[in-house]
């Protein structure tokens, strides 16, 4: 089948675009994005999913003030042709293609909506080709992606609320990737595969003439499977961005690593350091403090009901809501987080968020079971 895409020279097979390189049910497209405030003290983030061999196309929505989280989500059958980024009420506005887009969520039945646009700080930069097979994780994972550093304005309703989103200002990432990772229904687990834990950090952080990133999947004895290291320039303005990548101001860190401290009674950070060597100075040494706890089940990530992938019909959409201080941080479904942190680096101060997911044996931290939590 044909589509508006196939009109661009952008084929990577002999097939027409609707036709995958490979028939694998857990292929995915992805966009995600977050935004806080410089206070700490609001969130939101958004997801966007295209599974072209179980042909279903997912979004959802999530907006976080103190101590309160609500939550869109929106599921369809997904059409045949690629353009079509929207769910319902959800849609993403490519303006300038690795540039500038809208989020926008209609006016709709959950009474949550938002007008927003992106406004790139840097230009975008590629992580390593990430490939982690059964061996390691239990799974088959094996994803590109990519990020970019920007601002939101905008606006943002919620429970008859509408909040202003411009004056804090409020910064964000966007993170696309696209590859095989495990969507839809669990599938039950090969005996030959034992159940093994998986550690992830991923610190986008904005300081305030360049950014900084760091990301790690480490396994249950503390063995470092994958890991990314950036520093690059941030611009005053889009107009001054060199081009769709950064070639001659991009960065690549020699080595990364972490010193955290945990918060009692959970598997989530409570302080400590991300440390990052580059070439042409001593060790970049961050000190982090978490200001802010975002579930990430609330954009599907391990949700119960709206993971990532799942068949609820031709349409359907819905809306929760959690008191964060309410939920058990140790149910799985709990465990994978954003915390929005504030970081100082020398005289320096930068913010950005933490998103870590920690199951399984962790001997530097003296986790010795599978979902112990930190004393």
């Known amino acids: 089948m044909l589509t508006s895409f196939d009109e661009f020279f952008i084929h990577q097979t002999t097939h027409p ?26 969130f939101f983030g ?17 907006f976080v003030c103190e101590d309160v989280q609500h939550s869109f989500f929106a599921s369809k059958r997904m059409s045949d042709d690629p353009a079509d980024m929207s769910v319902g009420a959800f849609r993403i506005e490519i303006i300038e293609p690795m540039m500038k887009f809208c989020l926008h969520i209609d006016e ?24 982690l097979g059964p061996s390691e994780i239990g799974v088959s ?4 992606r990519f990020n ?47 159940l093994k834990g998986l550690k992830f950090f991923w610190a986008p952080i904005h300081w305030e003439n360049h950014a900084t990133h760091m990301s790690v999947f480490e396994g249950d004895a503390g063995q470092r499977w994958h890991w990314d290291g950036f520093r690059l320039p941030a611009y005053p303005t889009p107009e001054k961005i060199p081009g769709i990548e950064d070639v ?33 100075s001593d060790p970049l040494v961050m000190e982090i403090k978490p200001l802010l706890t975002v579930q990430m089940k609330g954009l599907g990530y ?23 201080k309410d939920i058990n941080p140790l149910a799985k479904e709990n465990i994978h987080v954003q915390e929005v942190i504030s970081v100082r680096c020398g005289d320096q101060r930068g913010i950005g968020v933490l998103e870590q997911l920690v199951f399984g044996t962790y001997p530097k931290y003296d986790f010795s079971n599978f979902l112990d939590p930190a004393t």
């Not at 036709?19 to 966009?31: A, C, G, L, Q």
């Not at 840097?122 to 490939?131: S, Y």
């Not at 945990?262 to 409570?270: A, D």
């Open 302 to 324: 391990g949700h119960p009901k709206w993971g990532h992938g799942r068949w609820h019909g031709e349409f359907v959409c819905d809306a929760e809501k959690w008191s964060l």
């Open 46 to 62: 958004a997801a966007i999913g295209r599974y072209p061999n179980i042909k279903i196309q997912d979004c959802a929505f999530t």
């Open 17 to 42: 675009l609707t036709k995958t390189y490979s028939d694998e049910p857990n292929r995915y497209d992805r966009s995600f994005f977050n935004g806080y405030s410089d206070s700490g003290r609001i």
């Open 148 to 194: 970019q550093f920007g601002k939101w304005t905008g606006s943002i309703t919620v429970a008859g609320e509408t909040i202003v989103i411009d004056t804090d200002p409020f910064w964000g990432t966007k993170d696309r990737s696209w590859g095989i990772r495990p969507i839809g229904e669990p599938i039950a687990r090969k005996p030959s595969y034992p």
């Open 108 to 131: 709709n039945e959950t009474g949550i909506s938002a007008n927003l646009e992106w406004h790139a700080r840097t230009a975008n930069f590629l992580e390593d080709h990430q490939n």
């Open 248 to 280: 001659d101001g991009i960065e690549r860190a020699l080595s990364v690593d972490h010193e955290f401290r945990w918060r009692e009674g959970t598997r989530r950070v409570s302080g400590g350091t991300i440390s990052m060597n580059v070439s042409d």
């Open 141 to 144: 994972m094996e994803t590109t």
